[in-house]
């Protein structure tokens, strides 16, 4: 029987929401072992001078927890 975890991440980039997503996935990757899922909670902007400068993704990610 395995145990999960789930743990939550808020990735940015100056791109899109699809590239803060991955920017949280790939940082997940570096210190999570055995990740199984991901799951977008919220998408965010930053605005200035009525642009939008930097998009930000919330995700939750579920990793299987070792033994």
Do not use: C
């Amino acid at each position: 029987m395995a145990v999960a975890r789930v743990t939550k991440i808020i990735g940015s980039s100056p791109r899109s929401w699809q590239d803060a997503v991955n920017a949280a996935l790939k940082r997940a990757n570096k210190t999570l072992r055995n990740l199984t899922g991901l799951h977008v909670l919220e998408q965010k902007a930053r605005i200035e001078k009525g642009k939008i400068t930097e998009y930000r993704a919330t995700v939750e990610v579920t990793f299987i927890l070792e033994d």
